[in-house]
């Protein structure tokens, strides 16, 4: 079992960045994929990223792809996400997730396959 906490959220204007982080408890962090979702007022759980357990294989949402990264620090069981050029709609609950579900990087991008959750942190993108 692995417990999720994020961090990193906050107020940025258009354009700027921010760097979130998703530390996770336990020893066998390194077992799990791991990936990002958002979440925006009124709106479903979206995809946002996803990394897998060695961190060598990655996966984007197409609404990010250029301008988020996601990486992982087995070492420091932490996983991060690289906002850059953010824009107002990337405003949402960005939620962390977890995965001991041997899956193809690209099935990680369905909210189903993850068991694990954090509480999320709000990212605000002023215009």
């Known amino acids: 079992q692995v417990q999720l906490v994020e961090s990193g959220g906050g107020l940025v204007q258009t354009g700027g960045s921010l760097r979130l982080s998703c530390a996770a408890s336990?020893?066998?962090?390194?077992?799990?994929?791991m990936g990002w979702f958002r979440q925006a007022p009124g709106k479903e759980r979206d995809f946002v990223a996803a990394?897998?357990?060695?961190?060598?294989?990655?996966y984007y949402a197409d609404s990010v792809k250029g301008r988020f990264t996601i990486s992982r620090d087995n070492a420091k069981n932490t996983m991060y996400l690289f906002m850059n050029s953010l824009k107002p709609e990337d405003t949402a609950v960005y939620y962390c997730?977890?995965?001991?579900?041997?899956?193809?990087?690209?099935?990680?991008?369905?909210?189903?396959?993850?068991?694990?959750w954090g509480q999320g942190t709000q990212v605000t993108v002023s215009s």
């Open positions: 997730a977890a995965t001991s579900r041997p899956r193809q990087i690209a099935g990680l991008r369905y909210s189903t396959e993850y068991g694990y």
């Open positions: 336990g020893r066998t962090f390194s077992s799990y994929a």
């Open positions: 990394v897998s357990w060695s961190g060598d294989n990655t």
